[in-house]
């Protein structure tokens, strides 16, 4: 994970179950367990933001 990465506290990783172990990387839209590696890419819907 890159700097501007930060950790999702409270929160499970569907993949492996591992509890505190997943950072969400704001710059390239990604959430990724630091476990088992999996990634999930997050994609907003257009006009979700005002």
Avoid: K, Y
Wanted: hydrophobic share 40%.
């Amino acid at each position: 994970m890159s700097g501007l990465a930060h950790f999702l506290d409270g929160l499970r990783c569907s993949a492996c179950g591992l509890l505190n172990a997943l950072w969400l990387d704001t710059v390239r839209g990604l959430v990724e367990c630091q476990g088992c590696g999996q990634s999930a890419l997050l994609v907003p819907e257009i006009g979700e933001c005002e």
